[in-house]
C-alpha cells in the first residue's frame, strides 16, 4: 500500500531533478522504475520522453484516462527548501513533480485494488506541457484509442491543501501566438525623410491592437492581447529597415478567437501601410480553450464532497494548458488541487505543501474508481 512517506521521497526526487520540455529522459526513466516495481503496465507505445501507463480493472467497465505532465520550466529555484533543485536554472515551477506523484501514487493505489475498479485507466505522463503543444505528441500515438473520458489536474496555489476547484464550462483560455515584422527603408538617423521608419508603424500597431479588446470583443468574454517583445534597430544613429512584434492572444469563445486572427492581421497591414511601409502577419495557432464537461465537472464535485474535501468554484484563468487537445477528441474534466496557499506558479519562489500529496492520491483514485462503477 502506498505511504505518505513514500510519496514525499517520491515528489522530493522529482524535484531535484527538473528537467525541461522534451528534454525529461530521467524523469521518464524514474516513472518507469517506480511504475515497474509496483507491476503497473507500461504500454509499448513509442514517446521519446513521457510514457503511457494503465491500469486494468477485474470489473467490465469504461476506459478513462488520467493526464499527467512532467516537464520543468527554466527558472532558477530561490527557495530554501531542503529538496531543491539540483539542476541550475531548472525549476518545478508549476507542480509538475506534484503532477508526476500524484498520477504514479494513483496508479499504485489502483493497480492495488483491481478487484474494485470497473474498466481500464490509462496515465498519460505527458512530455512538454510547457511548450503548449506536447499533448500532440501523445495524440500522435494510439494513447487514446478506446478511452471515452479524459481527466486532467493541476497544482493550485490560491487554495489551501484538502480543497478541490472544479468548474463546469471554460476554466482556461485558448492560447495563439504572433510575429509580425514591419518592412519600411533604412536611413540615416538624421535624415527621417530618406527612409519609411518601421518604429513608429509598431508603436501604433501596439495602441491599435487593444481597440480589439475594447471595441470588437464582447466585454463579457474573458479576452487579452499582450505584446511581450519588440525589437528594431542595432544602433543609435540608424533608422532600421525593418522592426518585429511579437506577443500572445488569449480567448475564452471560439468565434472571439477567430475574429482576433482576422482584427490582428488587418490592423498590422492597414497600419503599416499608413505609415508606408508593409506587414508580415504569422499567427502560430496554440491549443483551444479548456472546456469542462458538464457532467464529469458534477460528478468530481459530487466525489469530492463525498471524500470529505473542500470544494470551490474553479478559477478562471487567461492561462492555457495543453489538456484542451485531448478534449477536442473526448469529454473531459481539469480539477485544481489545493496545494497551500502561497507564491504563484511559474515564480521562483514556487512551492507545493507536500502534505497535499496524500490527499491528491486519494482523491484521484475514488474519481476514477466511481466513474468506472458509475459508467461500468
Partial sequence: MIQEMDLMEIFY?????????????????????LLKAADVKILPIPMETGLIAEVKGEKDGPVQALRCDIDALPITELTDLPYASECPGKMHACGHDFHITAGIGTAIWLQEHRDELCGTVRFFFQPGEESSLGARKVLETTALDSVTRVWGFHSDPTNLVN????????VAAAVDRFVITITGVGCHGAHPDDGVDPIPAAAAMVQAFQTIVTRNINPFHPTLISVTRLEAGNTWNVIPQTAQLEGTVRTMDRQDRCLFEKRLKAIAEQTASAYGASAEVEWIPGPPAVCNDAEMAAFAKETAEAEGFQTVPEEQSLGGDDFSFYMEKVPGCYIKIGIGKGATIHQPTFQVDPAALMPAVQYLSRLLLCWGEEKG
Fill in 13 to 33: 526526487w522529482f524535484h531535484r531533478h527538473p528537467e525541461l520540455s522534451y528534454e525529461e529522459y530521467d524523469t521518464t526513466a524514474q516513472i518507469k522504475k
Fill in 163 to 170: 480543497a478541490i476547484g472544479i468548474r463546469e464550462g471554460a
